[in-house]
C-alpha cells in the first residue's frame, strides 16, 4: 500500500466512526420510546423530551461559550422569554384580546415558535450589543445583571401571573397531530432538536465558525488583520440567545406551564454545567452533558432530598478526571469524537 493510500485510510478511519456513532445515536434516539414502552416504562418519554430540550438550549449557549469563548451567565433570560412567548400568545388567544392592541394571540406550534425566536433573539441583540463592549469578569457580570432585570420584570407582571407563574392548558398545535401525547410530542422536539444541531455543526465548519474560533484564540490578532470581531461575536451571540429562545417554547409546551424560574441566573448554570460537562466546543457535548445531568437529577432526587450534596462530587469526578468532558471521554474509549 502506498503512503498516500495509508494517509487516506487513517484519515476516513476516524470519520467513518464519527458517522457510524451518530448514526447508532440516531437509531437509538428514534427506537427510544418504542423500546421503553416495551419494557414498561413509559415515563421515560418524557425525561428524554426535557433531554433533548435542554441539549438544545446548551448546545445554544455553547455557540457562544465553546466557539465563541463568551462566558454568558444570562442565557435563561432568553429560555424564559421564549417561553414567556408561547405562554402570552396563548393567554391572549383565551382572552380573545391583542398582545400591545395589535398582536393577535395564537397555540399554532409553527406561529409560537419562530414567534420565541425572533423575540429572544430581539433580546438577545440588545443585550449582546451593551455587553460586548466589555470582556472577562464584566461581560459575566452584566449579562447575569440583564438576566436578574428580565426575572424581576417578569415577578412584577401580575398580569402574566407574576411569581406563581402562568398555566398553558393545551399544548400547542402542529397541524392534525396530538401534540398531548408525550410520544408525539418527543418526536417533534427530536426533529427540532436535530435541525438545531445540523445548523450549529454547518456555522461552526463555515467561514464564520472558523473567524469566531479565531476570536475566541487571539482576538488582538484576528483584529490586526482586519476582522471586526465585535461584529462576529454580536451575531454569534444573538444566533447562541434565538436557540436558547427555541428551548424554552418548547419547555413551556413541555411542562404547559411558564414561570419567572425560567429567567433566574440558576438556570443559566444549569446550562453551563451541561456544556462543561459534556465537553466544551463539541457539538454533542451538550447533548452528553444535558442527558447526564437530567438524569442525574432524576435518580437522585428518588434517594433523598438534598440530592446536590450527590451531584457536587459527581460533576468534580467528571470534569477532573474525563479531561474534555463526557464527549472527551468516548472520544478516547474510541466510540467515535463529535470534532471539532
Known sequence: MSDDAITRTHAAT???GR????LVLAVALIALPFVVKALGQPALVPLATRVLIYAIAAASLNLALGFGGMVSFGHAAFFGIGGYAVGILYRTLMDDALFLGFIPGTDQLLVTLPAAILVAGLFACIIGALSLRTSG????MITLAFAQMLFFLFVSLKAYGGDD?????RRNALFDLNTRDDTTFYFICLVVAALVFLVLWRIVGSR???VLAGIRQNERRMAAIGIAPYRYKLAAFVISGMGAGLAGALMANYLRFVSPDMLHWTKSGELMIMVILGGVGTLLGPLLGAA???ILETVL?????HWQLALGPILLLVVLFTHGGLNGLIGRLGLGRSAP
Do not use: K, S
Open 14 to 16: 476516524p470519520v467513518l
Open 19 to 22: 458517522i457510524i456513532a451518530l
Open 137 to 140: 469578569v464584566q461581560f459575566i
Open 165 to 169: 407563574g402562568m398555566t398553558i392548558r
Open 208 to 210: 464564520f465558525g472558523m
Open 292 to 294: 447526564a445531568l437530567v
Open 301 to 305: 432526587t428518588g434517594w433523598t432530598e
